[in-house]
Structures are given as structure tokens and as C-alpha cells.
């Protein structure tokens, strides 16, 4: 018996702590599955709060501009009931930062955007038109030349303020002479923030006048531009230093309104160069849109000013634009397009009255001229695009009128390479100015090739 109890008191000593080890495993396990459990609930927690201020974030970007970058806009009260009160003047004549501008904050704000721009022409002509000088090139008959490269530099000044500078070069001919040099093409700023949303170009830059004056040669529809424009402008165009002054008003329909005052220095349509007697403009633009159907724009422009003689000397234009671009498009299939301009200016009439040898100045005439040119092009692939141009001038001095024709093909591997050919007819006068009447200069045949690239930034041209 006490043998028994012996036996029995050993196995307890033995037992009692593998039960106490029993128990405290089974406590850590426990321990482990709660605190598993806390760490899941904590992890999905913190996976419900990341996720929360994801689409906070996002409904923040796609919120519209507070009230504060809004424009003031006056409302009128409904209807029977009285305006209270009215803006101050003061408060309409505030410059106000634009809206689209204010929210753009951060490094490379302030920084200006770069870009270079290549042009160049191949002019083919017979050898009697190269001996005279009756290509659309003159001077530069069978001759591949750089007829434009130029640098641009452009951006923000600050939010309420634009610049732009562009400097180029290209082969000349002046004076019997071919030479390249390096000139200021435009340096101007823009004014975005005057009162009643009026914005204000000054410097020297290209007339914002009809269709094409403000496009520069990389960006032409053809490879030249229209004989009414440089018979009447000249080859350079409007290039003046002054101010334009634009306004787009609040109409349920757009339309944009120009108005400028500049010096005149254009030789070829006014040339008195002096505010004393200034170049003014004036256009009006409107764009009407057709769902599917295309858009369309419309434009008349006006330029006002003297001669070098102090004669007045005015242009009038008209222009129009279509496009067609079927949905999902991204480039137009259809374009058509024209401008018409009118002259009316002064001239001197002399006549040698003594037998002297020299013309003597006894009045002033006026004369009328009317030119026009349209053109259409159909692109049925994004690289390739065919188009025909017509073109009809009345001489500006003298009688007379000037006709062209000018098919043309343009490859264009991407937005920023093209290369176009073109064949040019053109029957001129007898009495034209060009080759003191030479008849074979009366009709000249001419085969056109152009290469345009852009490198770096460049702005998107117009409509």
C-alpha cells in the first residue's frame, strides 16, 4: 500500500507540470490568434483609408474652378424683380488673373518654350524665265534655297502677360543681289488680363489680316503664297511694329474683333513709315460649326494708311474656310477656302510738261483693283493630301490682270516633316511691270518643291 502511494505521488510530480505547460501553449496560441486577428483589422483599416483619400483626391482634380478663379460675371435678376445692385466700374476694370492660367503653379511655371522651324524651296523654271527674272521666286530661279528658318521662343511672362520672339534668316533677293542674312522676324508681348476681357498685342509682329498674313511659310496650305498677296503686300506681307487690340464679346454666337495701329513701313501697299499718319486695322472673324457636317469660318479685314508720296492707300478683304472632318477623324478630308481683296489707292500722275527730261507731278489718280484666290484640297490619308489653287490678280499700277494655276501633292511622313510638289502656270499681261514687255515673260511654267521640318515646341496654327 505504501508502495502505491509512492507510485502515485511520483507521477504526480511528473504530470502537474506537463498540464501547466499544456495549458500555457494553449493560452499563446490564443494570444497569437487574437492579436492576428487585431493586425487584419487594423491592415483593412488602413487599406479603407488609402482608398478614401484616392477618390478624394480624384474628386478634387475633377472639380470645376472655385468661385475665387472665375470671372466675374454680372447677372441680371429675374424676371419682375429689380436689380439691387449693380459692379462698380472699378470692380469691372480690375485686371483679373485668367482662370486657365491661376491654376498652373509649381516648378517650370515661369519657363519658356523653344523651337526651330525649317523651310526650304526648289524652284525650277525655263531658261528664258531664269534670264528674266519672272519666277515666283524672283532672283532664285533653279535654285534650291532656305527661304525661312527661323527660331522661336515663346511663353508666360507671368499670369497676366505673353512673349514671344522670333528670329530667322533665308536667301533674299534685293537689288539684283542674292544674300542671307539674320533678322528680327517678331518680338511682341499679349496683355491677357484687361478689363472687359479685352487682350493687347504690341511689338513688331505679323498682322493678324485675312487668312494668311499671320502664317508663316512652314505653315502655308501651298507652297507659295497667293499672287493677290504679294502683288498687293509684297513678299514679306504685313509685317508691322505697333498694337493690336482684340476682343472676343459675351454673344450666343463667336466672334472676335481687331483693331491696330502701327507705323506703315510696308513698302509695297503704304510705306509712310510714321504714327503721324498710321497704318490702321480692323477684322472681324466669326466660326460656325455643323455637327458632322464641317465647320466653317468667315472673316472681313480692313488696312488703312498712306504711301510714301502721302497718298491713301486701302485694302479690303474677304475670306472664307472649310473644313470637313469626318468622326473619328483626326485630320480634315476636305478644304476649302478663298479670299478676295479690293485696292483702292492714290497715285500721281506726271507727264514731262517742259521737254526737260523729267516727269513733272500736275495731279492724282485713283485707281481700283480687285484680285482673288481659292483653293481646295482633299486628304484622304493622314500622310497625303491634293489640291488645286486659282489664282487671279489685276496688276496694282498698271492695267491688266494675271492668272495662275497651280496643282500641288503633299507628303507629310509626320506633324513635324513635309514635303509638298507643286507645278505652277502663269500668264501675265503684256504690260506687267516685269520685263518692260517682253513677251515671252507673259506665261511661265515652273515646277515648285518645298521641305519643312519643325524641331522642339512650336505653336499650333490657326483654323
Known sequence: MRAFALICLALGVVV????????????????????????ETV????????????????????????????PVVAQLPPPGQTQVSQPRLQELARPRQPFALAQRSGAGQLLFDMGVAGDFVGNLVRPRADDLNVGTFAGRENRFFPREIELSLFGQIDPYARGEVRIETGEEFEDGVRKTEVGLAEAHITLLTLPYGLQLKLGQLRNRWGLLNQVHADGLPQ????????????????VERGAELSWVPSLPFYLEALAGIFNGDNDTAFGRGS?????????????????????????????????????????????????????????????????????????????????????????TRTRNRLGFYTYAEVQPWRQWAFGLRYDQTQILLLPGKERAVEPYVTFMPSDFLKFRLAYKRTDRPHRDGFTDGALSARTADEFLLQAGFILGAHPAHPF
Do not use: C
Not at 232 to 237: C, D, I, K, L, T
Open 16 to 39: 502537474a507540470p506537463l498540464a501547466a505547460a499544456a495549458d500555457d501553449a494553449a493560452t499563446l496560441r490564443n494570444e497569437l490568434e487574437k492579436m492576428r486577428q487585431q493586425f
Open 223 to 238: 507652297i507659295d503664297r497667293p499672287n493677290v498677296l504679294v502683288r498687293y503686300f509684297g513678299e514679306e506681307q504685313l
Open 275 to 363: 504714327l503721324k499718319a498710321p497704318l490702321v486695322t480692323g477684322r472681324l472673324r466669326t466660326f460656325l460649326e455643323f455637327d458632322d457636317a464641317g465647320a466653317l469660318q468667315l472673316g472681313t479685314s480692313v488696312a488703312s494708311g498712306e504711301t510714301a508720296e502721302r497718298l491713301r492707300s486701302t485694302l479690303v478683304g474677304l475670306d472664307a474656310k472649310y473644313k470637313l472632318i469626318p468622326p473619328g477623324w483626326r485630320h480634315p478630308f476636305i478644304t476649302v477656302a478663298g479670299e478676295g481683296v479690293y485696292a483702292r489707292r492714290q497715285v500721281n500722275v506726271s507727264e514731262d510738261l517742259n521737254g526737260d527730261g523729267t516727269d513733272d507731278v500736275f495731279g
Open 43 to 70: 491592415q483593412q483599416e488602413y487599406q479603407k483609408a488609402i482608398q478614401s483619400l484616392s477618390e478624394r483626391l480624384q474628386r478634387l482634380e475633377a472639380r470645376p474652378l472655385t468661385t475665387s478663379n472665375r
